[in-house]
């Protein structure tokens, strides 16, 4: 038997306020235009995980550092093995994956605190399930990035100000330098125009999907 035909699976990474919504949107509607068949995903997912997530995002329950990345690992495990609307069930399908985030996200985002030998750990059973064949970091200075969430959103997020930006970014920035030899990163900036990140990405990645 022939190998299994498998989607592409690329992920898009960045802090609040740096365009991966927007450039994952963009995408999404470039491909379907050119004929792949594509999968939107994003997490946390609407399991009891990711709505205990939700909660804890938005205030209602309050809880410690280490406890936010624990549930954000055990949601990607979900977000991956998931029977409906998994990664992987998709994925075997030929479908090609876009994310908005995964695993790398524990790596930095809501667990500034925690040490990174821990949060690599939580999430090393869903790095060994599946990893990204290329995960996009969208990199945005925080001020900038601050100024966007001004601008466009009638309220901000109580854990959206510049200082806890600035911490994520580099905590991601680590995270890429310590997974190189494993992960498959492009760092693009993010403080141009939508239209010109749009086509560096593309260029980037049109070469891994699949019909």
Do not use: C
């Not at 898009?12 to 995408?27: A, H, M, P, R």
């Amino acid at each position: 038997m022939g190998e299994e035909k498998r989607g592409a699976f690329v992920a898009l990474e960045g802090i609040d306020g740096s365009g991966k919504g927007t450039q994952i949107k963009k995408l999404k509607k470039r491909l379907e235009a050119e004929g792949y068949a594509v999968y939107r995903t994003a997490e946390p997912n609407d399991s009891p995980t990711g709505d205990l997530i939700h909660q804890i995002m938005i205030g209602r329950i309050r809880t410690t550092n280490d406890v936010i990345a624990a549930l954000y690992a055990a949601d990607r495990l979900d977000h991956i093995q998931n029977d409906t609307n998994g990664i992987l069930k998709f994925l075997r399908q030929g479908i090609n994956v876009l994310t908005d985030r995964y695993y790398f996200s524990s790596y930095a985002y809501q667990s500034v605190d925690v040490p990174m030998d821990w949060v690599i750990e939580a999430n090393s059973l869903a790095a060994k399930l599946l990893r990204p064949d290329l995960t996009i970091f969208i990199d945005v200075d925080p001020h900038v990035t601050m100024e966007r969430i001004e601008k466009n959103r009638l309220t901000r997020e109580l854990f959206e100000e510049t200082d806890r930006l600035m911490a994520t970014r580099a905590r991601y920035l680590e995270a890429f330098e310590r997974m190189k030899d494993v992960e498959k990163i492009l760092i693009v900036d993010g403080n141009r125009s939508v239209e010109v990140i749009h086509e560096e990405i593309w260029k980037k990645t049109k070469s891994l999907y699949v019909k």
